[in-house]
Every structure is written in structure tokens, then in C-alpha cells.
């Protein structure tokens, strides 16, 4: 079982409609939990972190934290054509201080007129 | 100017020659961080460091080694360039008093013929 795992699409929603991004993670002491994007040949660029059970929300991005189910997810409401990009999960696999993040293959969003 | 930049930002190189990648940031983040990326397997750890004298092994570090020259300067070298080593690498660093969040550079797109 890999540590951080996503689906990684391709996932095709129309423009106007909500994105729904999962990934689940190994280990039950992790602590931090982030979501990047990634346009094609760019560098990752941070969107949402999370630490606490429940629900973040920032502009259209909303992210979801469970940690009895290791699950985290990232909800793009009114997606646009400029949202289509890779998002990757990052999850500080062992624990608060260690320092280290592990990050899911990608999930590969594609937001169509 | 970037917080993170690397040089060189596209290398041509061939089998079994000796590349250095140079990664160089503003930030005053104290932990430095190499990956390199290919397509379907997301970012994998080379090397970290969380101080000058602090260096570290990630999950794929043969064949590479790395330099911590001062805080802010962080190299990572491939001693005899091996084709399977074409991928887009790049650096990151973190806040040691801050919550595991990375900050990437533009990457490095090498390619060994």
C-alpha cells in the first residue's frame, strides 16, 4: 500500500460545476495535510493546508480532513478552465516535527467549457 | 525576485558526465529539500537537509549526492549522469518553526542522452 495515494484521473468536470479530489494516507500519526497544484512543466504551488478534522475553506477551494478514515479531500466549487492543472496531496508522513512530506502521484483535472 | 530559484532552469547532458543542479533561496527557511519528478509517480525525496550540517537521505538517493554551502544555498550533484536520470527536478524549502509547508523552486528540466 503506498503511504499517500490519489485516483490519478484523468477527472473531467464542465465549467461551473464542483471538483471533488480525494486521497487517503497510511499513516494514523500524520498531522499536516496539504493540496498543491501543478500547471504542466511548473513547479507545485500551495493551495490549502489543513491540521484538524472538519472542513477549510478558502475562496472556492474548500478542503476536507478525516483523520478515523485517513481521508482528505479538495472541493473546487465553479471550476474554471484556468483550474485544470494536476493536484497533488501531501501528507507529513510521520508525525508533527519530522519534517518530511509524502506526496500522492497526482490527480490530472481537466475543467472543459 | 523568486523567494527559490534554480540553475540551471533546462541541461542537455550526456551519459556519465558530472551535473550539478543549484538551488539558492531567500526565504530564511532553515530545511532545504531535492525531488525529482516523472510522469505517474509524483515527487520523490533525493535529499533533505535541516541545517548546514544536517544532510539526509530521501527515498531514491543513489546515484546522487548534495551540498549544503550556507542556509541558503543547497546543490545536488549527479556524479556520472545515467539516462535514467532524465526527469524535471526541483528543490524546496521549509520554515523550521513553521508547519511542514514547502515552497518550491521553478524546477530543472535535465535530460541525459
Known amino acids: 500500500q503506498k503511504e499517500v495515494e490519489q485516483n490519478s484521473g484523468p477527472l473531467s468536470v464542465p465549467e461551473g460545476a464542483i471538483a471533488s479530489l480525494n486521497c487517503t494516507y497510511s499513516?494514523?500519526?500524520?498531522?499536516?495535510f496539504f493540496w498543491y497544484r501543478q500547471y504542466s512543466g511548473k513547479s507545485p504551488e500551495l493551495i490549502m493546508s489543513?491540521?484538524?478534522?472538519g472542513d477549510k475553506e478558502d475562496g472556492r477551494f474548500t478542503a476536507q480532513l478525516n483523520k478515523a478514515s485517513q481521508y482528505v479531500s479538495l472541493l473546487i466549487r465553479d471550476s474554471q478552465p484556468s483550474d485544470s492543472a494536476t493536484y497533488l496531496c501531501?501528507?507529513?508522513?510521520?508525525?508533527?516535527?519530522?519534517?518530511?512530506?509524502?506526496f500522492g502521484q497526482g490527480t490530472i483535472l481537466t475543467v472543459h467549457p | 525576485d523568486a523567494d527559490v530559484t534554480q540553475t540551471p532552469r533546462n541541461r542537455i547532458t550526456k551519459t556519465g558526465k558530472r551535473i550539478m543542479l543549484e538551488c539558492s533561496q531567500t526565504?530564511?527557511?532553515?530545511?532545504m529539500y531535492w525531488y525529482r519528478q516523472d510522469p505517474g509517480l509524483g515527487l520523490r525525496l533525493i535529499y533533505y537537509?535541516?541545517?548546514?550540517?544536517?544532510?539526509n537521505k530521501g527515498e531514491i538517493s543513489d546515484g546522487y549526492s548534495v551540498s549544503r554551502q550556507a542556509q541558503a544555498k543547497f546543490s545536488l550533484s549527479l556524479e556520472s549522469a545515467i539516462p535514467n536520470q532524465t526527469a524535471l527536478y526541483f528543490c524546496?524549502?521549509?520554515?523550521?518553526?513553521?508547519?511542514?509547508?514547502?515552497?518550491f523552486g521553478p524546477g530543472t528540466r535535465l535530460t541525459v542522452l
Open positions: 524546496a524549502t521549509s520554515d523550521l518553526r513553521g508547519s511542514d509547508t514547502q515552497y
Open positions: 499513516d494514523r500519526g500524520s498531522q499536516s
Open positions: 489543513i491540521y484538524s478534522n
Open positions: 501531501a501528507v507529513n508522513i510521520g508525525g508533527t516535527s519530522y519534517g518530511k512530506l509524502t
Open positions: 526565504k530564511g527557511h532553515d530545511r
Open positions: 537537509s535541516f541545517d548546514v550540517k544536517d544532510i
